[in-house]
């Protein structure tokens, strides 16, 4: 189908910097974008082509026109085949997320304990059989609205070779997970995420990850780590390991949803360029966190083990004693939470029906509802979810905006919701982060111009993970489009209302086909697994030049048939 897009302002990250940009040409002026075939065939002076000469005719009414963007650090995993998750995503201008993300998903293996350990995360895959990163991807195939990029995840690869074992990985081990990681990237990977705080990546030793971080260097991909030690004002620890398994490696390293004031983030960010690191991060606009219950609350040597084994041990009254006597003292160390832990921790998803009450109190309300103290309760919610309980962090100093546009404007940069679709109470990160980078950062901070805008969201993901020809608005490349009301982009989810989905983004396509128009899902699934490339090749390997020659040569034949 030959799509007409008329009458928008072409915005993409290579503009210039100066206001408004367009991939080709520099103008601000309002440009016809002809779309055929999944590719943008041209971008032309409005009025160029007939309406008559296509199949359809898209009606930009002056709007902008940005290529599709890029969650960069995604847990729709298994929650993309949901039309309302899918729905979320766009009204964002979401048309490719990256999942595998924090060292646990579904492949490589049966991914049992990716839907136990990170059912409150990424939630269960409605088909996943087991398999391997190949059987992944094409689980997205034709089957969303949207793309999906995956990384190999260490702490599923750790946990195929090693089990539950807290050892440091024997020679044999090591040699399966390095085994496992190049296969990954053999079947189109990113990368290797790491979730360091996370059992049982807690466990890898900085050797490991080397040692795993080596096959992703040799295959082009990219490191991802979620860093060892809580962030925050502990930032610089994991920032000195992801630095030497790039030096030691050679390895491109992403830090994932980096959290800290913005004196350290930039402090620790130029350190890591002085000494020579290629790297990236992404940073979601709010200053509280989310993750599992279970992470910052228990000893990770409790949790690595199965569920059931866990449960008995938060029922045994000696075992939860002992918790409550020698373990949650120490959890005030925790960087993110402190001594005032219990108000900081608020209910988002909880799986057991009889403590539904509870979804957006924090730890601290709950509990004097139940008449109990916060650590006993919290206890007593785990066990009757069988652990899968995730809560919104809050940190002890709260950023401004001004002070979050201070981290995301940075050039290394890039958009990463850490998006979260399990829950009745959720963080508003799911349904508002890109919506709100664009209020934020170009509107009510003017921290960025459009054309920066778009680099974060868009383009620097696409260059960063090899996505192909994605990230930019081209003759010959995916025609991922994202149609922007500049005058009401923003995001209406908040802590207290998380649901709400964003506006100002009305009409999205996928691949050349409506995927969003007028605001609702057009039905259309034309959404696949992304395989590694680079940016001189198209997702499914074909070499770049197949894909622009084949615009040329449709144009070319359809100019001939009508005596153009």
Request: net charge negative; hydrophobic share 45%.
């Amino acid at each position: 189908m030959t799509l007409l897009i008329r009458d928008v302002i072409v915005v993409d990250g290579d503009g210039d910097g100066a206001g408004v940009g367009v991939g080709e040409g520099g103008s601000a002026e309002p440009l016809d974008v002809v779309v055929d075939d999944e590719v943008v065939q041209r971008v032309e002076a409005r009025g160029t082509t007939s309406p008559e000469s296509v199949d359809a005719v898209l009606a930009g009414d002056g709007r902008m026109l940005l290529p599709g963007f890029v969650d960069a650090h995604a847990h729709a995993d298994g929650r993309l085949f949901d039309a309302s998750v899918q729905l979320a995503l766009l009204r964002q201008g979401v048309t490719t997320v990256i999942g595998g993300q924090d060292g646990v998903s579904y492949a490589p293996g049966d991914g049992a304990y990716a839907s136990e350990y990170f059912a409150a995360i990424n939630g269960p895959h409605p088909a996943w059989r087991g398999g391997g990163i190949r059987d992944l991807l094409a689980s997205y195939d034709g089957a969303t609205a949207l793309n999906a990029g995956v990384l190999v995840p260490a702490g599923t690869v750790r946990h195929v070779a090693c089990g539950r074992s807290t050892d440091a990985a024997s020679p044999a081990e090591l040699g399966r997970m390095r085994a496992l990681v190049a296969d990954g990237l053999a079947d189109g990977a990113l990368g290797l995420s790491t979730g360091l705080d996370y059992v049982p990546g807690i466990f890898a030793g900085t050797d490991e990850l080397v040692a795993l971080a080596e096959p992703v260097a040799a295959a082009g991909g990219v490191y991802v780590s979620h860093m060892r030690g809580g962030y925050e004002a502990n930032s610089a620890a994991g920032i000195a390991e992801v630095a030497e398994i790039a030096r030691r490696t050679g390895v491109p390293v992403h830090v994932s949803h980096f959290h800290a004031e913005p004196p350290i983030v930039h402090d620790l960010l130029d350190g890591l360029a002085a000494s020579g690191v290629d790297a990236t991060f992404d940073a979601y606009p709010y200053t509280r966190g989310c993750s599992i219950l279970a992470m910052p609350i228990l000893p990770a040597s409790l949790t690595v083990r199965p569920v059931d084994e866990v449960l008995g041990a938060l029922r045994d009254p000696a075992e939860r004693q002992r918790l409550l006597d020698d373990w949650f003292p120490s959890i005030v160390d925790y960087p993110s939470l402190g001594p005032d832990w219990p108000g900081m921790l608020t209910l988002a998803h909880v799986a057991s029906p009889e403590h539904a009450w509870a979804l957006g109190r924090t730890l601290g309300d709950a509990a004097r509802a139940a008449g109990t103290d916060p650590a006993s309760f919290a206890l007593d919610v785990l066990a009757a979810s069988r652990l899968e309980v995730n809560v919104v962090m809050a940190v002890r100093h709260e950023r401004s905006p001004a002070e979050l546009a201070s981290i995301l404007a940075h050039p290394r940069a890039i958009g990463g919701s850490d998006g979260i679709f399990v829950g009745g109470h959720p963080h508003p990160r799911a349904r508002g982060t890109f919506a709100r980078y664009l209020r934020l950062l170009v509107l009510q901070e003017q921290a960025l111009d459009w054309p920066d805008a778009a680099a974060l969201v868009s383009t620097r993901a696409a260059d960063r993970f090899g996505l192909g020809l994605r990230g930019r608005i081209r003759a010959g490349w995916t025609a991922d489009l994202v149609l922007v009301d500049p005058d009401r982009v923003r995001d209406r989810a908040t802590y207290d209302e998380p649901l709400a989905l964003a506006e100002g983004i009305e009409d999205v396509l996928v691949a050349g086909v409506p995927v969003l128009a007028g605001g609702a899902l057009t039905g259309a699934t034309p959404g696949r697994g992304i395989r590694r490339g680079t940016r001189g090749s198209t997702t499914d390997g074909r070499p770049a030049r197949s894909a622009a020659r084949a615009a040329a040569d449709r144009s070319a034949a359809r100019s001939t048939s009508t005596g153009a």
